[in-house]
Structure formats: structure tokens, C-alpha cells
């Protein structure tokens, strides 16, 4: 998949249902009551999200994406699960002498800086309106795969979220390598991994085959940019979409899924019991 950089900077306008052949088993357990009913517990919705931190619109779609999950009341329902996509993996790992994303557009589409920066103001005026600072005269181009193995480990460790978020500012913000060992090891110990964590991720075949695992995943259920947000494996919002947009996907969805997975409702016999505090009655 060798998708140009320039293909960031399409916004796609669309919201469609998925085919459900796919459809991802939840890690559900149950319980069985006194009377031998059982009951389904620590199940939610997952929404997955297909994004590259070199993607302008990955950040603006991930902040939307948050305020969309602030104002909907079922947001307890919601599982975030982040999945790996690079929009150009021919880009080195380092590119000498450094290059900022204006030069680099500007060389690769034989354009002028000034009219590089130019393509980019929309983009930037975007990112302002969704509270984030866009510096990409200090943005560093480079192969965004070392990063997306340090986002594979925080997964494991409950940390996917927080890997995106300290990524993408590193990026888009302050400017930093995200091709570079000391960087990442600094960004990954800033939101709670190890550094025998981060050179884990770094050199651990497992997390390459993870990123490989993501890309197929996304090419067999048709994601050719990112972001794109798949729910319950039904519906997908494609694009930094505006808020109530998701708002909108996230009601039918959730609604969807608490219909097909209803929590049981337990018939209780009161006796004696004790409550936390030390209050027995």
C-alpha cells in the first residue's frame, strides 16, 4: 500500500455501513447467578481506528472523534482499539539533511516553498479550530514505522491512546524525529513504558507482524486513507468529519449493540450483608 503523503490532505466525506462478514468476536465473560441464569459482563463496542501520525487529519479526526465521545451519554459502552496505517512507507527512516514537510511537498511535487505552504494553510486553519498548533516548518519527515511499533506496545500495555496523543504532538507540534531511537524511547517513557519496553517494540518481530496484521486488515474491508473509524464492524466514518457526525454513528451503533448484547437483569433474594465502610445490616 503506497499511498502518496499528498493524499492526506483529501478529506473524505463519507459515512457507510461495512459488510459484517468480518465481524470481531468481543472479549466477553459471564457469570452464573444462584438460580443458574447467566449474565454477560466487561463487554463493550469497539471502534477502531485506522491512523498514520503523519496524517494532518488523524489528529483533527482523533480530537473530533474525542468531543464527539464527550457528548454522547453511552460513551461507557465504547472500546477505542488504534490500528496502524502508513500512508507512504517509501520514506527513509531519516532523511539527510533534515527536511520539513513544506521543503520535502515542495521537492517532491516540484513545487515552491511558498507555494507548499500555501497548499498547507487549510490544513493548518483546520487544526487551529480543533485546538491543536500545526508547525509544519518544524514538522521532521521520516518513515512513520518505528513509531507505529512503539504504538503496537503500548496497545499491550493499555496505553494505544496515550501513544497516539504524545505522537502526534511530537510530531505536528514540536517538531521531533519520529525515525529517531532516543526520541522514541523519551516519548515512550513519558506516557508510562520502560525503556527495555521501548527497545522491545523496536526489535520484536512481533510488532512488525502486528503492523502488517493492520495494514491487510484495512486493505480486505476497503480503507484507502485514514483516519477511518469502523464501529462494531458495521459502520464507518471516514475523514476529520465534524463531531455531531460521529455523535450520529456512535447513537446507532451503541444502539445496535446494546440491543444484540442486552445486560440481564438479576432477580434478587435480600438478606444480610455487609457494605463498604463497615456497615453491616
Known amino acids: 500500500m503506497r499511498t502518496s503523503i499528498i493524499a492526506t490532505f483529501a478529506v473524505w466525506l463519507l ?17 452464573t447467578t444462584e438460580k443458574g441464569k447467566t449474565m454477560t459482563t466487561g463487554t463493550k463496542m469497539k471502534v477502531e481506528i485506522w491512523s498514520d501520525i503523519m496524517c494532518p487529519f488523524c489528529y483533527i ?12 451519554a453511552d460513551s461507557g459502552y465504547v472500546e477505542i482499539v488504534w ?42 486553519q483546520m487544526a ?16 512513520s514505522w518505528r513509531a507505529h511499533r512503539l ?42 513504558l520502560t525503556e527495555t519496553d521501548v527497545k522491545e517494540a523496536l526489535t520484536n518481530d512481533v510488532y512488525t507482524h502486528k503492523i502488517e496484521q493492520d ?3 484495512a486493505e480486505a474491508i476497503g480503507v484507502n486513507g485514514v483516519p477511518f473509524f469502523v464501529f462494531d464492524r458495521k459502520y464507518a466514518v471516514s475523514g476529520a468529519q ?24 438479576l432477580q434478587i433474594e435480600q438478606g444480610a450483608v455487609c457494605k463498604p465502610g463497615g456497615e453491616c445490616e
Open 15 to 31: 459515512i457507510i455501513p461495512l459488510c459484517t462478514n468480518g465481524r470481531q468476536k468481543l472479549n466477553k465473560k459471564t457469570i
Open 61 to 72: 479526526g482523533k480530537r473530533h472523534f474525542e468531543e464527539a465521545m464527550g457528548k454522547f
Open 83 to 124: 490500528k496502524s496505517f502508513q500512508l507512504d512507507p517509501s520514506i527513509p527512516d531519516h532523511i539527510e539533511p533534515r527536511t520539513d514537510v513544506y521543503t520535502y511537498l515542495a521537492t517532491r511535487k516540484g513545487l515552491s516553498v511558498d507555494e507548499s505552504k500555501r497548499m498547507h494553510e487549510r490544513v493548518v
Open 128 to 143: 487551529s479550530a480543533a485546538g491543536l498548533q500545526y508547525n509544519f516548518d518544524k514538522a521532521v519527515v521520516a518513515n
Open 151 to 192: 504504538i503496537q506496545m503500548a496497545k499491550t500495555k493499555g496505553l494505544g491512546d496515550a501513544a497516539e496523543e504524545r505522537l502526534f504532538r511530537a510530531y505536528f507540534t514540536e517538531g521531533q524525529d519520529m525515525g529517531d531511537t532516543v526520541t522514541l524511547t523519551a516519548l515512550g517513557k513519558e506516557i508510562g
Open 215 to 217: 495494514i491487510k486488515e
Open 242 to 265: 465534524p463531531a455531531d457526525a460521529f455523535v450520529r454513528t456512535l447513537e446507532r451503533a451503541v444502539a445496535e449493540w446494546k440491543k444484540a448484547n442486552p445486560a440481564a437483569a
